[in-house]
C-alpha cells in the first residue's frame, strides 16, 4: 500500500512539474547527452545501434556544430529530412572509433607459466590463443582527446588499457575485474597497473567510476570492484607503495557509495545501512535512445523520468536488463515494470562488505589503527545487515529485498550466493546450505552453465543466458567449501562451463560475451544489441578455472560431462559392473 501511495506521489509530482525536465539531463553534453541534434538523430534511426551515434567524434568544435544545426531545423521547421541529416552527420562527425589505437601491452608474453598447469593438450592449445587476444583487446587513446576532449564522448585516461570488445571499444568497469584477473595469469601486472590508475584518476576527478569511459555514462556506475582490484593487484605484485600513495582514493570511492547509494532498512525494530543501485538523472540513456523514448512513449507522460532513471539504475547494476529488476508493474515481463532503486541488491552488498573488510587490512598494513577499526566496524555492521535482511536461514542462500513491499525477492539468481564468493559470511555451513540451495532450484541440470535466472524474458540477464561472471561467482564461492562434496560440484561447474566455452570456440574461433544454455551452449541472445565477441571477462574466468583446476579439466566428452548427481550413478555402475 505504501508502494502504491509512493508511485502515486511520484505521478503526481511529475504531473505538476508538468515537463520532461523533473531530473538532471544524465551528462553535460548537448551534443552527446541530450538535446535536439541527439534526438533527431536517434529517433531516425540513422544507425542499427544508437550507441554507433554517441561514439562518433567530432569534426569541428561542438560550438559550431550546434550552431549549424540549429540552422538546420530551422530551414526544416525540426522535420529534417532524412538524407539532410545523414549528410549533416557525415560533414560534421568522424567514423567512430577514429579515438583509439591498437596497442599492444608492453608486458605481453608468448607462454606465461600458468599454460604448463593444463594437463589436456587441446585445452592448453586454447589457453594460449585466449592469450594471444589480449593483444586484440589492447587500446591507448590518441592525443587528440587529451588536447581536445569537447570533440569526443570518449573520456580520457592516460593509460593504455584492455576493452570488452565488440561495441564495447572503451573501457568498463566491473568487467575489467576479471579481465585483471586473466591478465595477471598472463604476467601482464604493468597493464592491470596502468588500468587501476586510469580508475583511480577517474575517482580523482569525478569521486566515482562511471558505468564505462563515455561522457554519457558519467552518471552512474557499476558494481564496485576497485578495492579488489587494488588487492588482486597487490596480492601479485607486493607493490604496497603503490597502494599507500592511493588509499585515499579508494576511501573515496567508496564514500561515493555510502553518500549516494545508501539506504535504510528497517526490520523488526532495528535499523540496517545497505546500498542499492540508484540513478536520479532523467532523459533517455543517449546509448539506446531511441529504445529508451520508445518504451517511454507507453507510458503516460509523467512517469518517464521515473523509467528512465530506472533505466539508468538497472545499468549500473551491469544487469542490463533482468526480471530481477522488473519488479513494479503489472506485467512481471515488461521493462517498463523496472525499478531497481527498489531493491537491496545481494551482490551489490557482499561487494561491498568486501571491499570494507579489505580496506580495513590495507589500513592495518600501512599502520593506520584507527581507520582499519573504522573499516573494520563498516564490516560488521554490513555482515549483520545481510544476515538480517538479505540472509534466508530455510532457503539457505541471501535475496535482494524490496523496500517497497517489505520482502525478499525469492527468483533465483547466481548474485543471490555473492556472499560465498566476496567472503561475506561467518558461519561455514553456509556454504553447503548454499549447495543445497542450488540442488533445491535444480541448477545443478543445466550442463552448459549456470542460468542468469529461471526466467525467460528476453532480456539478456534472464534464462537461457549464461555469463562469464556469474560462473566465477558460484563456482569460487562453493570452492570455498571443506566438504569434499561441495568442492566437488564446483569443479564440475567449472568443467560445465569450460565445455560450453570451448565447444563453442571450436566451431565459431570466437568468445563471446554470453551464451545460451537452452542450445546446447551456443553465442547468446536478447536484450538491447546483437552479442559481442572478444571477449574480456569470458576469456578471463576461463584463465582463472583453467588456471585453478587445469590438472582435471578435460576438452572432450567424459564422464565428467554428466551433471553430477548422474556421475553419482554412473560410478555406482561403474562400480557394480566391476
Ligand atoms: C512548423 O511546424 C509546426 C507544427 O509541426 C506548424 O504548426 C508551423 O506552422 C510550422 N511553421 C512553419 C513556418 O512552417
Ligand atoms: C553524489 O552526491 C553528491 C551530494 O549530494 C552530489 O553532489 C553528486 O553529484 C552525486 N554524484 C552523482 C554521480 O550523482
Not at 538532471?24 to 550507441?51: N, R, T
Not at 561542438?62 to 530551422?74: A, G, I, S, T, Y
Not at 521515473?306 to 542490463?320: I, M, R
Request: proline content about 6%.
Amino acid at each position: 500500500m505504501a508502494g502504491r501511495i509512493c508511485e502515486l506521489a511520484l505521478l503526481l509530482l511529475g504531473l505538476a512539474l508538468g515537463s520532461q525536465e523533473a531530473l538532471p539531463p544524465p551528462c553535460e553534453s548537448q551534443i552527446y547527452c541530450f538535446g535536439e541534434l541527439l534526438h533527431q538523430v536517434q529517433m531516425a534511426k540513422l544507425y542499427p545501434d544508437d550507441k554507433e551515434f554517441v561514439d562518433m567524434p567530432l569534426s569541428t568544435a561542438p560550438d559550431q556544430v550546434l550552431r549549424n544545426f540549429d540552422r538546420l531545423v530551422e530551414a526544416h521547421n525540426y522535420s529534417i529530412p532524412r538524407e539532410q541529416l545523414q549528410a549533416f552527420v557525415h560533414q560534421h562527425f568522424q567514423a567512430k572509433g577514429q579515438e583509439l589505437q591498437a596497442w599492444t601491452p608492453g608486458d605481453w608474453k608468448d607462454s606465461p607459466k600458468f599454460l604448463q598447469k593444463i594437463s589436456d593438450p587441446k585445452l592448453r592449445a586454447w589457453a594460449g590463443q585466449l592469450n594471444q587476444i589480449w593483444k586484440k583487446l589492447g587500446k591507448k587513446m590518441k592525443p587528440e582527446v587529451l588536447s581536445h576532449p569537447e570533440r569526443f564522448s570518449l573520456i580520457y585516461s592516460k593509460q593504455p588499457f584492455i576493452v570488452p570488445g565488440g561495441r564495447f571499444v572503451e573501457f568498463y568497469y566491473w568487467d575489467s575485474y576479471w579481465v585483471m584477473e586473466g591478465l595477471l595469469l598472463s604476467e601482464m601486472a604493468e597493464t592491470v597497473k596502468g588500468m587501476l590508475q586510469n580508475f583511480l584518476d577517474l575517482v580523482q576527478t569525478y569521486g566515482h567510476i562511471p558505468n564505462g569511459g563515455r561522457v554519457y555514462y558519467l552518471q552512474r556506475s557499476q558494481p564496485p570492484l576497485l578495492t579488489l582490484m587494488m588487492h588482486l593487484y597487490l596480492t601479485h605484485t607486493g607493490d604496497i607503495a603503490f597502494l599507500r600513495e592511493n588509499i585515499e582514493t579508494l576511501a573515496l570511492e567508496l564514500n561515493f557509495w555510502a553518500q549516494n547509494r545508501s539506504i535504510s532498512v528497517d526490520i523488526e525494530g532495528q535499523s540496517y545501512v545497505l546500498n542499492r543501485y540508484y540513478v536520479p538523472y532523467g532523459g533517455p540513456r543517449p546509448e539506446s535512445y531511441s529504445k529508451d523514448t520508445e518504451l517511454a512513449d507507453t507510458l503516460p507522460e509523467a512517469a518517464r523520468e521515473l523509467l528512465w532513471a530506472e533505466l539508468k539504475a538497472g545499468a549500473e547494476s551491469g544487469w542490463d536488463f533482468s526480471s530481477r529488476w522488473l519488479v513494479g508493474g503489472p506485467n512481471p515481463n515488461a521493462l517498463s515494470s523496472i525499478r531497481t532503486s527498489r531493491l537491496v541488491p545481494v551482490d551489490l552488498n557482499a561487494f561491498l562488505c568486501q571491499a570494507e573488510a579489505l580496506m580495513s587490512t590495507f589500513y592495518t598494513t600501512l599502520g593506520e589503527q584507527a581507520q582499519a577499526a573504522k573499516y573494520r566496524n563498516l564490516h560488521a555492521q554490513r555482515e549483520a545487515a545481510l544476515r538480517a535482511v538479505l540472509w534466508d536461514e530455510e532457503k539457505g542462500a541471501w535475496f535482494d529485498y524490496d523496500i517497497e513491499n517489505r520482502k525478499k525477492n525469492h527468483e533465483f539468481y547466481p548474485s543471490n550466493l555473492t556472499p560465498l564468493w566476496a567472503g561475506c559470511f561467518s558461519d561455514p555451513g553456509d556454504v553447503d546450505k548454499a549447495l543445497k540451495y542450488l540442488e533445491d532450484n535444480q541448477i545443478l541440470n543445466y550442463q552448459h552453465g549456470i542460468p542468469t535466472s529461471l526466467r525467460n524474458t528476453g532480456q539478456q540477464w534472464d534464462f537461457p543466458n549464461a555469463w562469464a561472471p556469474l560462473q566465477d561467482l558460484i563456482i569460487r564461492g562453493l570452492a570455498k567449501s571443506s566438504s569434499p562434496r561441495t568442492q566437488q560440484v564446483a569443479f564440475q561447474l567449472a568443467q560445465n562451463w569450460i565445455r560450453t566455452n570451448f565447444d563453442v570456440y571450436s566451431q565459431k574461433s570466437a568468445m563471446y560475451e554470453k551464451y545460451d544454455i537452452s542450445s546446447g551452449g551456443q553465442p547468446g541472445g536478447g536484450g538491447e544489441y546483437e552479442v559481442q565477441e572478444g571477449f574480456g571477462w569470458t576469456n578471463g574466468v576461463v584463465l582463472i578455472l583453467l588456471d585453478r583446476y587445469g590438472d582435471q579439466l578435460t576438452s572432450g566428452t567424459s564422464l565428467a560431462s554428466l551433471a553430477p548427481h548422474c556421475l553419482g550413478v554412473v560410478l555406482l555402475l561403474s562400480l557394480l559392473s566391476w
